[in-house]
């Protein structure tokens, strides 16, 4: 079996397997393109680059890293503070970032983690082997991230910068989970420790708090003058500010109240692209989210294997992908292109078939009292309601009935969904390169199961695939998973969601080169807006 080793220096493997990341999905659906900034230089000072405003799509009430439920809003405004010990590259591999290496064993079964020297927390206490065992060990209490890593057994400290993490089975892409689109930042043990975690944010970031309103959701961030990459952050403070209306976002862009936006549209594309003065990223293909209606498996209509059938069979999904993704790519599957286990014809209904889904919907009224309803939850984005009206117009025209009640902000749709309080849902999910992510979305008993599936078709081609090590066996494992996800009609898959950052008058979208071993920007490139992910680093106003 071939070891692996991550580490910065020159040469060495970044995986032995194609991995990725786990994203927390953000609801709504999406669209992109366009060109791409250059980054940034890896010389010269910190500083100088001015106050960033940037315009955000979600509130996050609270950013305990082991505690927090934040979307990409909420994650992007964690990585101002706090950095994690491995980071994404641009190649659907990871790198080290806080560790200087990350080692397995034979097995997989025990990983051994090398922090770098000399970091600090903004309280000036240093990153050692003792605050990453009490982070480690904090996951295991969140009320998500205890699923996430429950696979995780004992944390072990080697000596003051070392700690060996003893799996209960093996796990391949654990590397993957100690970024996790930057929700496992690491917090210094006085905020661990706080009553006021919640609140109190005291990471290793480029950034410190300087202001958090957990009423709006809006958070201001200076720069870390100490901060352990030497030159970086080119901006002198971010002012992260929360506005859930893309159209009213994109205005703001225009309009001079934001200087950076993200957005995942292809209407509000459209929009930008009439705007002047305004540069694009655009995240590249191949790992992206999937957009989707959401379904609970447990609640009717739903439960019912012929009622998902009917509805899936009804859908026009390039009348949803005109509205809010023009010119975007359907999917039939919770995987994009380029990830282990991408199947060419899942078994998913790639057309509708209107005499068939009416006969369905017929059959499931006969025994169920004349009835084929269920509510759709939606935000207040317009596109995302405009969505929500289409599907209840398409599903009337086969006989199916949907109730839309008053929108909500994400944090709520979440924290239904958890609850099991909610019929469906518009959602965009699951990129990334490597399937194991997917484990906590789909396996039975995971919190963020929000379809509430438990299949053992499912269960065992996740549990399988977490600890096989050979590329072949794995891929048969994740074909089987997504070809039972699509036959099943577990969720109604829509297209591939792009994202993408506006900026007007700032450059360094893109940030530097990821560090090598001595913590100078080496050859590795961080990734390019995954999920609307990006590095802060390189941002300055031009």
């Known amino acids: 079996m071939r070891k692996v080793r991550l580490t910065g220096r020159r040469g060495a493997l970044t995986s032995a397997i194609t991995t990725a990341a ?44 082991y505690k927090t439920q934040a979307a990409i809003s909420g994650i992007m ?29 034979a097995d997989y079964s025990e990983w051994t ?121 080119k901006a002198d403070g971010i002012n992260w500010k929360v506005q859930g209306d893309s159209t009213q976002r994109l205005n703001g862009l225009q309009g001079g109240q934001f200087d950076l936006v993200h957005s995942s549209g292809g209407k509000d594309l459209k929009t930008v692209n009439g705007f002047s003065g305004v540069t694009v990223t655009k995240e590249p293909k191949g790992y992206r989210e999937i957009s989707q209606v959401l379904i609970n498996v447990t609640r009717p209509p739903f439960d019912d294997e012929g009622a998902r059938t009917a509805l899936a069979l009804g859908l026009d999904r390039t009348k949803f992908l005109a509205i809010a993704n023009p010119g975007g790519e359907i999917t039939n599957q919770v995987v994009d292109k ?18 068939k889904a009416k006969k369905l919907v ?72 490597d399937p194991d992510t997917l484990y906590v979305w789909f396996h039975s ?36 998973f997504v070809k039972q996800l699509s036959t099943k009609i577990y969720n109604y898959w829509s297209w591939y969601t792009d994202w993408f950052i506006a900026s007007k008058g700032v450059k360094g979208v893109l940030g530097p080169n990821l560090p090598n071993e001595a913590g100078q920007p080496g050859k590795e490139k961080p990734a390019n807006v995954l999920v609307g992910f990006h590095s802060l680093l390189g941002l300055t106003k031009k």
């Open 362 to 433: 017929k059959e499931y009224k006969a025994s169920h009292g004349g009835k084929f309803e269920f509510n759709l939850q939606s935000t207040f984005d317009p596109s995302t309601q405009a969505l929500a009206q289409e599907l209840k117009r398409q599903a009337s025209k086969i006989g199916v009935k949907v109730n839309l009640p008053q929108p909500v902000d994400q944090a709520q749709i979440i924290s239904q969904a958890i609850g099991g309080q909610v019929d469906s849902f518009l959602w965009r999910n699951y990129p990334g390169a």
């Open 113 to 233: 983690i090398a922090l770098r020297d000399g970091v600090k927390f903004h309280d000036g206490t240093p990153l050692d082997a003792a605050a990453l065992k009490l982070n480690m060990d904090k996951w295991k209490e969140g009320i998500l991230l205890q699923f996430v890593f429950s696979n995780m057994g004992q944390v072990d400290v080697v000596d003051p910068m070392t700690v060996k993490v003893t799996m209960k089975k093996p796990w391949v892409a654990f590397p993957w989970y100690l970024w996790t689109t930057g929700r496992t930042g690491i917090a210094a043990p006085a905020q661990l420790n706080s009553a006021d975690c919640d609140t109190e944010l005291i990471g290793t970031g480029p950034f410190k708090k300087k202001s958090f309103d957990p009423s709006t959701g809006d958070v201001s961030v200076v720069r870390n003058k100490g901060y352990w990459r030497k030159g970086f952050p």
């Open 338 to 355: 380029k990830v282990l286990g991408y199947v060419k014809n899942p078994g998913y209904p790639a057309k509708p078939n209107i005499p």
């Open 22 to 65: 786990l994203v927390a999905g953000t609801v709504g659906f999406g669209g992109v393109a366009q060109a791409a900034p250059t980054r940034t230089a890896a010389t010269g000072k910190a500083g100088g680059g001015g106050v960033i405003t940037y315009g955000v799509e979600g509130k996050t009430t609270q950013f305990c890293p």
């Open 445 to 480: 008993g995971s919190p963020v199961n929000f379809n509430k599936i438990s299949d053992p078709v499912v269960d065992a081609a996740l549990d399988d695939g977490r600890s096989e090590a050979d590329p072949a066996a794995r891929k048969a494992d994740y074909e089987t």
């Open 77 to 105: 405004i964690m990585q101002s503070m706090y950095d994690t010990i491995t980071y994404p590259t641009n190649k659907g591999t990871v790198s080290p970032y806080l560790a200087k290496s990350v080692t397995p064993n």
